[in-house]
């Protein structure tokens, strides 16, 4: 059976934009395991499929936007909320404006903005969070990380 409900006192500390199972440009680095993951590598496995990633949110101790880390051929870029405010451009392209994320109270859902995401499998050990992402890009994932 699918784990699929979180317990209460989960906070979401970053979301990944993923791709599954695709080589990009963009990722020259070695592929891991999630937990084996070093800081700046651009995609993983979970259960032997592999992910790479597009773009991944790190949150505050609020669960509100801190960092936006875009991968890129030359590697990943790293934003910080202050800029990003500085040049809204990339708030605006990435739909970030007033962007938060938290655990939704009954903990079968994910609270996004104001659309709520139905949680379809957690990985406890890597503490992932794979959701239903309706509006999402054919072929893309969303992943939540949580402590």
Same mark, same amino acid.
């Given at each position: 059976?699918?784990? %699929?409900?979180?317990?209460?006192?989960?906070?979401?500390?970053?979301?990944?934009?993923?791709?599954?199972?695709?080589?990009?440009? =963009?990722?020259?680095?070695? %592929?891991?395991?999630? #937990?084996?993951?070093?800081?700046?590598?651009?995609?993983?496995?979970?259960?032997?499929? =592999? *992910?790479?990633? &597009?773009?991944?949110?790190?949150?505050?101790?609020?669960?509100?936007?801190?960092?936006?880390?875009? *991968? #890129?051929? &030359?590697?990943?870029?790293?934003?910080?909320?202050?800029?990003?405010? &500085?040049?809204?451009?990339?708030?605006?392209? *990435?739909?970030?404006?007033?962007?938060?994320?938290?655990?939704?109270?009954?903990? =079968?859902?994910?609270?996004?903005?104001?659309? %709520?995401?139905?949680?379809?499998?957690?990985? &406890?050990?890597?503490?992932?969070?794979?959701?239903?992402?309706?509006?999402? %890009?054919?072929?893309?994932?969303?992943?939540?990380? *949580?402590?």
């Amino acid at each position: 059976m699918v784990n %699929t409900e979180l317990t209460p006192n989960s906070k979401i500390v970053a979301r990944y934009q993923v791709i599954e199972n695709k080589n990009l440009v =963009k990722c020259s680095h070695e %592929t891991r395991d999630f #937990l084996k993951m070093k800081k700046y590598d651009c995609a993983f496995y979970i259960n032997g499929i =592999k *992910y790479t990633v &597009e773009y991944k949110i790190e949150f505050d101790s609020s669960q509100h936007l801190a960092y936006l880390w875009r *991968y #890129l051929p &030359e590697g990943p870029i790293v934003d910080s909320i202050s800029e990003l405010r &500085e040049d809204t451009s990339l708030l605006n392209y *990435y739909n970030l404006n007033n962007y938060s994320a938290k655990i939704n109270l009954d903990s =079968k859902s994910i609270i996004e903005k104001n659309d %709520t995401l139905i949680i379809e499998q957690i990985f &406890e050990k890597e503490k992932l969070i794979l959701v239903k992402a309706p509006k999402i %890009t054919k072929g893309r994932k969303i992943l939540f990380q *949580y402590k």
